[in-house]
């Protein structure tokens, strides 16, 4: 039970939207891609901002909160999401910004492969990444990305450059070859096994693959009109 006091404190400083059992829209936002899974959060907080992130924190440190924190929802296991507990939910952060003159993309921290491939296509670029559009670009990072693009370039996670993220104790940080390189060697090497470890609640809200390609190819339901654009076939 989440005391009032703290509730409305956190709605005071929060920006996106916090949604409990008792509000409207609650049963949709719990879903996650495995309808196995029926989980049923103390409260669903979807950020807007990465200062929304820490707000998310710190309220979940105060109120002794367990925290799952949601990419693209799509974790077998269910992941994505907790019983009772808070809900850092970041599809809302799901921008995606291409440059094809440096070869570089950011994304939002809830962006999913197809807005990740909608966004490098047009430009004729690509990054490794999974064999579905659905699911989100951070935990994927850890894993690989199969078809073509990862014989040639190597896994997702190999083209990770760099990432802004939230710690436990509330702190922004960014994470690069430059700026706590463990901590990108960390986000690079890390699986499910260490996001469920207690006390580890960081939150990607942001990473920078280069796109590696000059070709695009498209994973199942990624854009047809834009891969047919660039002159490449769908996969
Ligand atoms: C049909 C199918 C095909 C798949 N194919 C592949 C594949 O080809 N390659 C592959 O590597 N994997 C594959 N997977 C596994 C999938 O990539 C993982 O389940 C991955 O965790 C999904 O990412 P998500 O962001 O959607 O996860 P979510 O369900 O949102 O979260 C999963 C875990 O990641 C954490 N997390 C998510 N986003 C963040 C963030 N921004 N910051 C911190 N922690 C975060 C969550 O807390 C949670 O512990 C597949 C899964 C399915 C169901």
């Known amino acids: ?48 901002e990465v200062q929304d992130v820490v707000s998310c924190i710190v309220f979940a440190r105060e109120n002794d909160l367990r925290v799952a924190v949601r990419g693209g929802g799509h ?4 992941h994505g999401t907790c019983d009772h507990g808070l809900v850092i939910d970041l599809s809302a952060l799901r921008g995606v910004h291409v440059d094809p003159q440096t070869g570089v993309g950011q994304c939002g921290g809830g962006a999913t492969w197809a807005d990740v491939d909608g ?20 935990r994927l990072d ?25 710690t436990a104790d509330g702190r922004v940080v960014q994470a690069s070859e430059q700026q706590n390189h463990d901590l990108l060697w960390g986000l690079r090497a890390a699986g499910v096994t260490s996001v ?14 280069p796109s590696c390609s ?11 009109r834009r891969c047919a654009s660039t002159g490449t076939s769908t996969a």
């Open 75 to 78: 974790s077998v296991a269910g």
């Open 196 to 209: 469920s470890s207690p006390g580890w609640t960081t939150a990607c809200t942001r990473w920078v693959p």
């Open 214 to 224: 000059s070709r695009c190819f498209t994973t199942g339901r990624a854009p047809a």
């Open 119 to 138: 966004a490098t296509q047009p430009f004729g670029l690509a990054t490794p990444g999974g064999r579905s559009v659905g699911y989100g670009n951070r």
């Open 1 to 48: 039970m989440i005391p009032s006091n703290s509730l409305k404190q956190l709605k005071q400083r929060f920006n996106g939207r916090l949604i409990g059992p008792h509000d409207a829209g609650y049963d949709k936002a719990r879903l996650v891609w495995n309808g196995m899974i029926d989980r049923k959060p103390a409260l669903i907080a979807q950020c807007r």
């Open 142 to 166: 850890a894993g690989w990305r199969a078809r073509h693009l990862r014989n040639l370039y190597g896994l997702s996670c190999d083209n990770l450059l760099a990432a802004e993220v939230v």
